[in-house]
């Protein structure tokens, strides 16, 4: 059984990525773990010495504890699926502190969140709880972009540099997510100079020999510019990107031009980290 963690802050993006992941593990026994991150900071001392008591709880601790149960219900009732179970969490610490605990916890396989995608000057892409996550939650995480419609995907982009290793671990980690058959994998190679293909296509034949897949080396050219034009130019229906600690994450989401990045924010993301 798999235990997926559904980041929630009750908005229609956070909404629409859960039902993403109720529709594309409707086959398998999953214990969804709902969870609502309060940030304790926004009430501040006057606030605790004018409130009530009563009036307190309300506010931080009963009404997110009873949107989260209407949520779970809804789903249940929605896809009254009886493989899936939901359980519902409300914590209060800093964000990605309060997802890495819940990970250890509840021997989280997979975290899955909603993004707004572009949405203004102060975060590039994507807001700022969705970076952070990125960048300090090394579980694999999927990333919905906002008013995504659900369809299996199907055809796979998968980016690698020149130092993401392509192994049996991180194909199995997206055979878990998207199947191990009948797949169509772009696999784009992008580094600062050619380099011998070999040893990628040899690895290629072996873990995706039940898949079709196509391979292609692109160098001296930036990593946004590549994956974007190349989502423009072809149908995907999900990204994989190999996270390393600062580089890849880096060339790719920092100091791009906003227009740069549009296309990328509009496919789902599936993020592994070395």
Known sequence: MKNILLLTDFSQSSKNAIHYAAKLFENETINFHLVYIHKASAFTTADLMTTGTANLYASI?????EDLEDLSKQLQSVYKNPKHTYTEHIDYDVFTDAVNQLIVLHNINLVVMGTNGVTGADEVVFGSHTLNVIRKVEAPTLIIPKDFEFSKPKVILLPLDEKDELNKKRIDQIFSLVGKTNRDYHVLRITDTAIDQTEDVTNLENVLKDNSYSYNQVSNVPMDQVV??????????LEVFIIQKISFLERLFSGSPITKLSKIASVPLFILHD
């Open 61 to 65: 601790v009963k009404s997110p504890k």
């Open 228 to 237: 974007d034009t190349y989502l423009q130019t072809n149908a995907i229906d």
